[in-house]
């Protein structure tokens, strides 16, 4: 690892890594990653014309199913071609402004889709415990007013990382041994006290990823008892079963993260390549994931994709 004592000042071109120490396989990275990104696009896509289309589907467990999606395009449109730029081109070179600029974007999309899941658990509740009222409470207005608070979090707690990271005036190198701008790993190579910028980094995630999963835990925690006081076992298996595909996309989203949180708590520190590689699936494997997830469990979704796929049959 470079020293501060031959430091450099802040530079106008960074330079990503990509996976460091596995740089012969890029080209053999770049096979996953582009099917990756094709998978998400025609996925995501099609979910969003599905609800669009069709009028019935127009209520509030689709329409953040729809924004959800729009989220997951974003996330891999800022994050992926430049991983794909790395792997194929060896276009390693970002300038400062530029790195800034997807260092604010792609942890903001990250946040603004845990506040989506997190909407869609209040969906849920709402839909089980006020089943009369369900359309009432989760009118338009209350979804927009949802939808600006999960916006108006993520530019709060993610304007921060760019500020902060322009302050800082020296560094080690200018390699980021990252695949992309991460603010952790600028921060990492830079010279002086970072302690700030540490703090910063966990205040992020406890006061966004963090807090939606404890409301999250607590939300389906009251849904549980809301069902298990209906007599009926059949009731019960029809309220639990509009909860299954929500719940497999919870569970691939923050497991990821639980499992980095507890493996540094027990002090299990994982090869370099291999904790950026798990960085990067966990950004990119779930906008990918999503839409299937919802197209294969949820009655009308997998109603109205059998439908094209019979049309283009025809």
């Not at 596995?22 to 599905?50: K, M, Q, R, Y």
């Not at 792609?106 to 889709?113: D, G, K, L």
């Amino acid at each position: 690892m470079p020293s501060c004592n031959n430091s450099i000042p802040q530079p106008l071109i960074f330079i990503l890594a990509g996976i460091p120490g596995l740089e012969s396989s890029h080209s053999w990275f770049s096979v996953p990653f582009f099917l990756i990104f094709v998978i998400t696009i025609i996925g995501n896509v099609t979910i969003i014309n599905i609800i669009w289309i069709e009028k019935s589907l127009h209520e509030p467990m689709f329409l953040l199913l729809a924004t959800l999606s729009v989220v997951d395009l974003c996330l891999v449109i800022v994050t992926v071609p430049r991983m794909l730029g790395i792997f194929w081109m060896n276009a390693k070179e970002i300038s400062f402004d530029a790195c800034l600029t997807q260092m604010f974007f792609i942890p903001s999309f990250y946040v603004m889709e845990s506040g989506i899941l997190l909407a869609m658990a209040f969906d849920r509740f709402v839909a089980i415990w006020y089943p009369l009222r369900y359309t009432t409470i989760l009118d338009s207005n209350m979804l927009v007013k949802m939808a600006l608070a999960i916006l108006a979090r993520a530019v709060a707690v993610l304007t921060p990382a760019p500020i902060l990271t322009k302050r800082l005036e020296r560094f080690q190198t200018k390699v980021i041994a990252y695949s992309y701008c991460a603010y952790m790993a600028v921060v990492m190579i830079a010279c002086g006290d970072i302690s700030n910028h540490i703090v910063y980094g966990l205040l992020v995630m406890a006061a966004s990823v963090g807090v939606d999963l404890v409301f999250i835990i607590l939300s389906y925690a009251l849904i549980l008892h809301a069902v298990f006081h209906i007599p009926s076992w059949q009731a019960r298996s029809k309220a639990l079963s509009t909860c299954d595909s929500h719940l497999c996309v919870i569970g691939l989203f923050y497991s990821p993260v639980v499992f980095s949180v507890l493996s540094q708590i027990v002090g299990y520190h994982m090869a370099p390549y291999l904790q950026i590689i798990i960085d990067n699936l966990y950004f990119l494997v779930p906008p990918m994931v999503n839409p299937l997830i919802y197209a294969a469990r949820t009655k009308q979704m997998r109603e109205w994709v059998l439908r094209v796929l019979n049309c283009h049959r025809d």
